[in-house]
């Protein structure tokens, strides 16, 4: 359940392009390798690019091969959010922005240690901010 009104999520759609409003909210999916935040190698954090809360640590992203940018761990437990999606006919974990409740990808468990998680997320909902010192 996002923390943020309906009232308020609805003023940040308003402001969305098409490409980042599709995945958010109608849980589209971007092509694999083609969101330049999956070469991304800077230090920083990845927020969600609706609402702007921090989603994950550039420390956790990781080279999956999947062509989405993919990380081991969220910036927080209480980051992200998950449901469970049947779209393929068999179920997926899906994740959310916690604040928001935009659509951010899936987690999936063969992901490295220590976590052993996998959370591939679509470039277009993730705003990456460097480090300081780092742009």
Known sequence: MPRLSEAEIARLRAALDPATEA???????????SHPLNNEKRSGTYHCAVCGEP???AANKYESGSG???????????????????KLR???????CANCGAHMGH????????????????????????????D
């Not at 068999?90 to 959310?96: G, M």
């Not at 999936?108 to 780092?134: H, I, K, M, Q, S």
């Open 23 to 33: 995945i958010a909210f109608a849980e589209g999916t971007e092509p694999p390798f």
């Open 55 to 57: 989603a994950f640590a």
């Open 68 to 86: 989405w940018p993919s990380f081991w761990q969220a910036v927080s437990a209480d980051a992200i959010e998950t449901s469970t999606d049947y």
């Open 90 to 96: 068999y179920p997926r974990t899906e994740i959310h």
């Open 107 to 134: 987690v999936f468990t063969d992901g490295p240690p220590p976590t052993g998680e996998r959370y591939c997320t679509n470039g277009g909902v993730l705003d990456f901010r460097p480090a300081t010192g780092e």
